[in-house]
């Protein structure tokens, strides 16, 4: 009887102390309700919801993760002295993004066994973890919305009843923390809804166009939280995208193709582009990253559009701190460009008369030419720089006074065609006419037109006084770059080359390799005489042979066979030309290696095909020049000698048309960037001799056997062949590129039927 009572009353004690514990668990839970319920702000209610975790469950110390929807991320934020910091991590990452996502906890009892655990996190804080209790938060719901977890269990192991513990004062928690991020984020979005606000009314008071874009690059990089931001606008005349980057004196305008990049792709698709990992995503070029050294992460690119649903520009964000740009950032910028169109429009107009103006003062005053206006009355108005130079006078003795107190006595024939023109109000002209002023005499070509108003009015008279005489210097300083009697010929066809001709001619490009790196070592003087040297060289090769010296393009040179003047073998004139510029260069560079300078190595490329030459600009100062896509191509194949190990290509079109014999191999057919159709290209090797490609002709064609093969698809064949070339030439670097080739495609197939043509990606 003694021993039932015993066991009854040990009963008893043990239901009493089980409602003692429910009791103080649902006074706990209660406390942390009323508790998180007295702060105002989330970080207040994290800080005191970490404290009564771990103090429960006899943690060393714990952290809430809270998972942001809008960026896929487990945030926390931590006091630090008088400020917070905020710690975010991938929501599927780690042990608490592996609960998040799951929505199942863990008791880990040895951290460094469990294969969620970084390890690394301890060796940057220098604590040492060995367990973690880590628990789903979720709402009444059933709704994840964070992640609670505590670390190393005072004097033992984590077990089942802390973790019922944990889990119900998260649950109990949830709702509040919900509630507060809401109004959180509530707040954020007022607090940024009155910044644009006021960004946008600043903004939109700028005129000035380099101003203007300094401000919205600026605010919205400040708004996106982004590391850089550019605003490229549309320039409808030469349909390009422009930006400023810098400020005042030292911005620099930057352009490209509307069509080109990324910018180019949101700017003729009017659609935005977000791109969360830039090196994983195909449209995203690194080579850009590579010049300038910039890591880009992220990118946020979209269209600027204004009122009439035109695209006017584009807008793109790198890197965004924290992670990729969200649905959140796009809606926010779209918004932010919307406003700011129309006041982008008006300073772009603004700065379109202003560049006007400036431009039509700036070939005012840059004109070789004497321009002189006058009012009705006949005294000067304006005269240009060129007027004051070349007579010699300054603005005080001249402007303001009547023309005919300058212009008497010899110079009476100007005189009398100024009256003429006033009365019959129509352009007089006369040539080769003499012109006295201050003891000097000049053969000039005057024209004389009336200024008339937009209302018919008479507003006075413009004289142009065009000194002929330059015409010699022009002879003499044409002589320096092409034949003498080219130069004649030239000169001579005046008014028939303003319109410009469509001709047959063949195409030279050549560029100096490693350039830049050649400059940083000579230096600024180094590099101007090396080029004096070099090029003296290059274009006495090319005037020999008849050829055209069109410009210099830095380091670079354009020269064609066949315009202006024409022969029967223009195609081998640039052949020559090509072959004795390599051997020449290289005597050239036996002379440099002797007093210790480095060689200098160049490529070549020829095309022939019907171009567009004459003079593009005016009457009064000839430009002579060349354009079209036989241009385009010789550049492309300058171009592409780095990508084929060579120093000569040529296309099919000179191939074909050449007469003499020369020692060619077709190395590939290629579609270059901006065409559709293949064009076989060849390489030139008359250059070499025995000791710089041993075995030419066996080489060549054991290596033409392999192209063969290639383009048959039999890729094993090709590759023995290519073997074959590097036995007898290990030098030659191209049958390695097509070995890298068979590989690649043995490895990767190309898809539907194969054809050979590789597909040029650059220019």
């Known amino acids: 009887m003694a021993t039932l009572n015993n066991r009854q009353s040990a009963a008893d004690v043990s239901m009493l102390q089980d409602t003692q514990l429910k009791l103080r668990k649902a006074e706990m839970l209660l406390d942390i309700s009323r508790t998180l319920a007295a702060f105002e702000t989330l970080d207040d209610m994290l800080e005191r919801l970490v404290s009564l ?165 600026a605010e919205a990089t400040r708004m996106l939280t982004a590391e850089r931001s550019t605003l490229f606008l549309n320039d409808d005349k030469k349909n390009e995208l422009f930006s400023l980057v810098g400020q005042g004196l030292d911005a620099i305008e ?18 935005t582009v977000n791109i969360p990992y830039a090196y994983a995503d195909l449209r995203f070029n690194p080579s850009f990253d590579k010049q300038t050294g910039y890591f880009t992460r992220s990118m946020l690119c979209t269209p600027v559009i204004n009122k009439e649903g035109k695209t006017i520009g584009v807008t793109q964000a790198l890197n965004k701190r924290g992670g990729p740009f969200s649905s959140e950032d796009e809606s926010r910028l779209k918004a932010f460009t919307a406003q700011i169109s129309i006041a982008l429009e008006n300073a772009k107009l603004f700065d379109d008369i202003q560049n006007m103006k400036n431009y039509n003062e700036s070939i005012l005053e840059s004109m070789s030419n004497i321009v ?103 002879k003499s300083t044409m002589s320096r770059y092409m034949d003498p009697e080219l130069a004649d010929k030239v000169l001579g066809k005046g008014e ?25 070592e000579l230096g600024p003087q180094g590099t101007v005489t090396m080029l004096n040297e070099y090029f003296t060289i290059m274009v006495d090769i090319i005037t020999e042979e008849g050829g055209m010296l069109d410009k210099f393009i830095g380091d670079a040179i354009m020269a064609a066979y066949g315009t202006p003047i024409s022969h029967d073998d223009d195609e081998d004139r640039a052949m020559r030309s090509a072959i004795k510029m390599i051997t020449e260069l290289n005597a050239f560079n036996v002379v440099r290696a002797g007093v210790g300078k480095k060689p200098i190595k160049i490529g070549i490329g020829l095309n022939t095909d019907a171009i567009i030459s004459g003079n593009i600009g005016s009457p009064k100062r000839m430009d002579y020049t060349l354009i079209g896509d036989g241009v385009n191509l010789a550049a492309r194949l300058e171009s592409a000698c780095k990508q084929y190990a060579a120093q000569i290509l040529i296309s099919e079109f000179t191939k074909n048309k050449l007469r003499g014999t020369y020692r060619l191999r077709e190395i590939d057919k290629v579609i270059v960037k901006g065409k559709t159709e293949p064009v076989r290209i060849f390489e030139c090797l008359d250059y070499h001799t025995d000791e710089t490609f041993p075995h030419l002709m066996d080489a060549v064609n054991a290596f033409s056997s392999g192209v063969n093969d290639y383009r048959a698809a039999k890729f094993d064949s090709a590759m023995k062949a290519f073997n074959e070339t590097l036995r007898l030439n290990p030098l030659d670097k191209l049958s390695e590129i097509y070995i890298e080739r068979c590989e690649l495609l043995k490895s990767t197939p190309p898809e539907g039927e194969w054809d050979g043509v590789w597909t040029m990606t650059s220019k």
Request: proline share 1%.
């Open 496 to 520: 028939e080359l303003l319109g410009g001709t469509s001709t047959v001619a063949t195409v030279l490009f050549s560029d100096i390799r490693s350039f830049t790196t050649l400059t940083e």
């Open 254 to 271: 930057i352009r490209f193709p509307n069509h080109l990049g990324i910018a180019g792709t949101v700017f003729t698709s009017g659609k």
């Open 372 to 474: 002189i206006t006058l009012d009705e009355d006949g005294s000067i108005i304006t005269c240009n720089a060129a007027g004051f130079r070349l007579l010699g006078i300054e603005a005080d003795d001249v402007l303001g006074h009547e023309f005919a107190a300058f212009f008497g006595g010899d110079n009476e024939w100007l005189n009398e065609k100024i009256r003429r023109v006033g009365e019959s109000q129509e352009m007089d002209v006369a040539v080769d006419a003499d012109l006295l002023y201050n003891d000097e005499k000049l053969s000039v070509n005057s024209t004389v037109l009336p200024l008339i108003s937009a209302e018919a009015k008479k507003l006075g008279t413009m004289i142009i006084l065009e000194d002929i005489s330059t015409e010699k210097r022009m």
């Open 53 to 217: 975790t771990t103090l429960e469950v006899g943690a060393d110390r714990g952290t809430i993760f809270l998972n942001d929807k809008a960026t896929h991320e487990l945030y926390s934020r931590v006091a630090q002295g008088n400020f917070r910091r905020e710690i975010r991590i991938i929501n599927s990452s780690g042990i608490a993004g592996q609960v998040f996502s799951t929505g199942k906890a863990m008791i880990v009892n040895d951290a460094y066994s469990n294969e969620f655990f970084n390890a690394e996190i301890d060796k940057q804080t220098g604590y040492k973890t060995r367990s973690i209790l880590c628990v789903p938060m979720t709402t009444v719901k059933g709704e994840i919305i964070g992640a609670a977890q505590t670390l190393n269990k005072d004097g033992g192991d984590f077990t089942e009843h802390d973790l019922e513990i944990l889990t119900d004062m998260t649950t109990e928690a949830a709702v509040v923390l919900q509630s507060a991020q809401l109004i959180e984020q509530m707040e954020k979005d007022h607090k940024q809804q009155m910044e644009f606000i006021d960004v946008v009314s600043d903004i939109t008071s700028e005129i000035d166009l380099g101003a203007l874009l300094q401000k919205v690059m």
